[in-house]
């Protein structure tokens, strides 16, 4: 069955720096856009990242353009988040996604359209 494990979590000072990784298992890879995903507490899950089978596509969400980059390595079966710069409101729980497109190149920003999640690692910014 396909597994998603996020790690890289942790407790950090604003304008600090973080790399999540997702290890994906039980998928060809290749064949899957993936997606970056962040929930803090009383809120709705939010739009991060998103990259395309290739890696050739990205997108980001406003508030973290600039700051984030996502990246992929289909050799090695994981998607990376490299969080720069962060920020108090970057506080959540990360979650990467995976959503099945052997034929097409362009990501997706929706969760709706992502049909695996990883359980979620906990980024904590502090002042």
């Known amino acids: 069955q396909v597994q998603l494990v996020e790690s890289g979590g942790g407790l950090v000072q604003a304008g600090d720096s973080l790399r999540l990784a997702c290890a994906a298992s039980?998928?060809?890879?290749?064949?899957?856009?993936m997606g970056w995903f962040r929930q803090a507490p009383g809120t709705e899950r939010e739009f991060v990242a998103t990259?395309?089978?290739?890696?050739?596509?990205?997108y980001y969400a406003g508030s973290v353009k600039g700051r984030f980059t996502i990246a992929r390595d289909n050799a090695k079966n994981k998607v990376y988040l490299q969080m720069n710069s962060l920020k108090l409101e970057d506080t959540s729980v990360y979650f990467c996604?995976?959503?099945?497109?052997?034929?097409?190149?362009?990501?997706?920003?929706?969760?709706?359209?992502?049909?695996?999640w990883g359980q979620g690692t906990q980024v904590t910014v502090s002042s």
């Open positions: 039980g998928l060809t890879f290749s064949n899957y856009r």
């Open positions: 996604a995976a959503d099945f497109q052997p034929y097409s190149q362009v990501p997706t920003t929706k969760a709706d359209d992502y049909k695996y």
């Open positions: 990259i395309s089978r290739s890696g050739d596509y990205t």
